[in-house]
Structure formats: C-alpha cells, structure tokens
C-alpha cells in the first residue's frame, strides 16, 4: 500500500489549497483517513478525518469551519479542502489511512511521505 500526497505549495494568507491523498493497492473507502501536519521544530498534529462510512468528520479546533475533508471515489482519492489559510498553516501535511478512526497517530496503518504547504504574509 502507498499513500501520496499532492498539491501542496505557497500561497498567500487568506488563499486556499487542496491536497489530495491518493492509493494504490488500498481501496480508501473501506478506511478512515486521517490529515496531520508537522510545522518546522514541533511535533506532528492531528488536523482531521474521515471514517470510512464516508460522511463522518471530524477536525481540530484550530481548522474547524476553514477546511474540509471529502473523499473523490472515483479517483480514490481523499481530498484536504483549505481556506483563509493562515501562516501558522504552515507545514509538511500527511495524510494517513487504516480501519480504525480517530485521531490517535497509531490508528492508522499507511501514512504518505507528506507534501509542504507554505502560508506567506
């Protein structure tokens, strides 16, 4: 099983960037997906998830109403929706799939090698 992510890059605070965790060899929706980040000298942090029922949610406090998790099953894809981004957005965003949900990093079997997104001004 593999895990990418795409999409990440700079952008301006107030902009918007969608990430996109994308499988092989997993069909995402039989799992629960899971968002986390890492900024520069601090510990990775849960951001949010997906269950694999496909419409459960749930998000950090610091993100709710500004980004959205959805999943894209034709491409098998789970898609990381970002808005009014803000500088301390900035990180390396991984994205994480297995059958447990939660935001415990250890529920989670596969993780990706994780894509920067930078937040200027």
């Known amino acids: 099983v593999q895990l990418v992510e795409t999409g990440g890059g700079l952008v301006q605070a107030g902009g918007s960037l969608t990430l996109s965790c994308a499988a092989s060899g997993l069909t995402l929706t039989t799992a629960s997906v899971a968002w986390y980040r890492q900024a520069p000298g601090k510990d990775r942090e849960y951001v949010g998830a997906?269950?694999?029922?496909?419409?459960?949610?749930h998000y950090v406090d610091s993100v709710k109403g500004r980004f959205t998790i959805s999943r894209d099953r034709a491409e098998n894809t789970v898609n990381l929706q970002m808005k009014s981004l803000k500088p301390e957005d900035t990180a390396v965003y991984y994205c994480?799939?297995?059958?447990?949900?939660?935001?415990?990093?250890?529920?989670?079997?596969?993780w990706g090698q994780g894509t920067q997104v930078t937040v200027w001004g």
């Open positions: 994480a799939a297995g059958r447990a949900y939660g935001r415990s990093e250890g529920l989670y079997d596969y």
């Open positions: 997906i269950h694999r029922n496909g419409y459960s949610t």
